[in-house]
């Protein structure tokens, strides 16, 4: 599938197009540039011999070659979809994003290189006097003429002054197209309503072989493991399918051995890749099976909850539970591919989908305070029952950019530091006291509840040290407690428990637990000790 950029002139399309072809590791198609080499003219000479219906002409030309290529960034000329045919060319073979920007911003772009935009008289762009036919227009006018043509295209991003590389995030972020790399194996990340069902197609596309099985767990697997078992069919695979208990008290090294079982009842071999359809439990169980299966064999993500797409299912760091702690046994091996499909949200349960809020807040405070605005949507949460479906997600036109945006933290913070040396224990926010509440409640406090009480408890540590000014922890639990999620101690908890479990922590340097602390919304440290004393206040 193509990424097509377009908008008007001066948008930026090629500029944002070359960075995100870098990002997404395809080869970049300015369709000017090769519309100039294939006539051996340049764009004005064009337009001064064969007018606009001959430059149109060959456009059409290039197009249809570009389109029918090798998957690519493409920047369009700012008129190149007006033709119905290139259009609907386009909308077949990728997606389109729409850039926009006003008209003063435009001018001062294109002015920057006068001459070679030859519909546009960057001059006096408020002229009331109209162009003779033939004239260049100004620039306002084009925008006029064209303003519904381009806002009947679904995606689409204003663009402003900012770094060309803060647009080129935000597009990842409306596109929901990622691509993760830092731990040997470079993968593509997918954000959409529908995308389980390119499933077949894309894993054709990286050469998976001719079987698979397909772990869910007893939720997922009845709603959508024939879905996804259809696509695989269809692009040829033949696919077994393998069901696990839902639940964290699934996450042993007895279910892993299950799944090895399987894989070997479907004769799994080292050319073949495995599917994990769940939330958290099932992508770090199947991830951990398929590291483990014959030496290592590849495994292709399909989050279902808002938990798994934003946090779990990213960075490789899959494993199981021992009865002393979470995962305490594992490894990093990085899924080849991930489709979030966001239209899997809407049979989310409430109680699992304010889990992943959780989450969502937590990376809100490592490094998109703006995301926190984002939170009204979501007031429903706060008075659906637990286990009502959040149908209301369904008709979210909105869903999968916010989906998006939540990854995009940690997909920043995994590509700079993606076995956890560094800045990506930022991540682990919440997770230190989170994971000795969730081991001393035997789960029965879920992750995401768990996460939220933490994360508050530990604003409260970073209170107490001086780092962060009074009231941070104050602001943090209003906003989970927005979502409907806990933000105190379960009542009646063992703390002693809770103590043990954190003794065991993962995240321990030097016999130490070292904790990543909130400063401010927007700003987590990361290895920090805390004295006994301090803790045990905090904690009681």
Not at 8 to 14: D, E, F
Not at 168 to 188: C, E, H, K, P
Not at 216 to 241: I, K
Not at 457 to 483: D, I, T
Request: overall charge negative; some cysteine.
């Amino acid at each position: 599938m193509h990424l097509y950029l377009y908008g008007p002139p001066g948008s930026g399309k090629s500029t944002i197009g070359q960075i995100l072809a870098r990002r997404l590791d395809l080869p970049f198609i300015d369709l000017d540039a090769f519309i100039e080499r294939a006539a051996k003219q340049c764009i004005p000479d064009i337009f001064a011999l064969e007018g606009e219906a001959g430059f149109r002409a060959r456009e059409a030309a290039a197009f249809d070659q570009a389109a029918h290529g090798s998957a690519a960034v493409i920047a369009l000329g700012g008129g190149a979809l007006l033709n119905a045919k290139n259009r609907a060319l386009a909308e077949s073979t990728g997606d389109i994003l729409c850039l926009q920007a006003d008209a003063a911003t435009l001018e001062s772009r294109v002015n920057r290189n006068p001459g070679q935009r030859p519909l546009l008289a960057v001059p006096n762009m408020e002229c009331a006097t109209p162009p003779s036919p033939g004239q260049a227009k100004p620039i306002g006018q084009l925008l006029a003429e064209r303003a519904d043509h381009y806002a009947s295209f679904a995606c689409r991003l204003s663009v402003s002054d900012l770094p060309p590389d803060v647009t080129a995030d935000q597009a990842q972020t409306v596109l929901g197209r990622f691509r993760i790399s830092g731990m040997g194996n470079v993968y593509s990340v997918r954000v959409g309503d529908g995308v389980l069902d390119t499933l077949g197609a894309r894993m054709a596309e990286l050469g998976c072989g001719n079987r698979t099985v397909v772990v869910g767990d007893s939720h997922t697997l009845p709603l959508y493991g024939e879905r996804v078992a259809a696509s695989l069919r269809a692009s040829g695979m033949t696919v077994s399918l393998a069901e696990i208990p839902a639940g964290e008290a699934t996450k042993t090294i007895e279910t892993v051995a299950a799944l090895w079982s399987a894989f070997l009842d479907a004769g799994i071999e080292r050319g073949h890749a495995v599917v994990a359809l769940g939330g958290g439990v099932v992508g770090d169980l199947t991830g951990f099976a398929a590291a483990t299966w014959l030496r290592g064999v590849r495994w292709i993500g399909l989050p279902t909850t808002l938990l798994a797409m934003v946090d779990s299912g990213l960075g490789g760091k899959t494993g199981a539970d021992l009865p002393q702690g979470k995962n305490l046994i594992g490894a990093f091996h990085p899924p080849s591919l991930v489709l979030a499909d966001t239209s899997t949200l809407a049979t989310l349960p409430a109680v699992e989908l304010r889990c992943g809020l959780a989450e969502v807040i937590k990376h809100a405070v490592i490094g998109d305070p703006g995301l926190l605005d984002e939170l009204p949507r979501f007031a429903f949460c706060a008075q659906n029952a637990d286990n009502a479906p959040c149908t209301c997600l369904a008709e979210s036109d909105w869903l999968a950019s916010f989906v998006a945006r939540a990854m995009a933290v940690k997909v920043r913070i995994i590509q700079q530091d993606p076995f956890e040396k560094g800045a990506r224990a930022a991540l682990n926010l919440g997770h230190t006291i989170g994971h000795g509440i969730e081991k001393a409640t035997d789960f029965a406090v879920r992750h995401g509840e768990a996460v939220a009480i933490g994360t508050v408890l530990e604003a409260q540590l970073a209170e107490a040290l001086g780092l962060a000014q009074p009231g941070l922890a104050q602001r943090l639990a209003a906003h989970f407690a927005q979502v409907g999620l806990p933000v105190t101690m379960p009542t009646g908890i063992d703390l002693t428990a809770v103590r043990a479990a954190m003794a065991l922590d993962k995240k321990r340097a030097d016999g130490e637990i070292r904790f990543a602390l909130p400063a401010a919304i927007g700003d987590v440290r990361t290895g920090i000790a805390v004295d006994e004393a301090i803790l045990e206040k905090i904690l009681m």
